[in-house]
């Protein structure tokens, strides 16, 4: 087990979910070429894709466009779409 996927699964034995969940780290699969999932979250309500990344300064989220910030010391800032599946 990485490092990363112990402090994903310590992050999680935190929480006190009120239904069963399965996590499964470092999941390869194939599908026109293959990739890798980094945490693999499941339940009987959704499965969430956690895809971890080292990231430097600080992250927020804002509604207005729906994106995801990245804001370092500088002045530079770095923009993400977030996009809703429904």
Known sequence: ?????????????????????????DVNLTSN???????????????????CKNIVGNL?????PPCLKRELDTVRRIHLRVRKYK
């Not at 999932?37 to 969430?48: E, H, K, R, S």
């Not at 927020?60 to 207005?64: I, R, S």
């Open 1 to 25: 087990m990485s490092a990363k996927a112990g402090i994903i699964g310590e992050v999680f034995e935190k929480h006190d979910f009120p239904f069963n969940y399965n996590i499964l780290h």
């Open 33 to 51: 070429g293959k990739f890798q999932i980094d945490t693999l979250f499941i339940c009987q309500y959704f499965v969430a894709i956690l895809e």
């Open 60 to 64: 927020y989220f804002v509604n207005d």
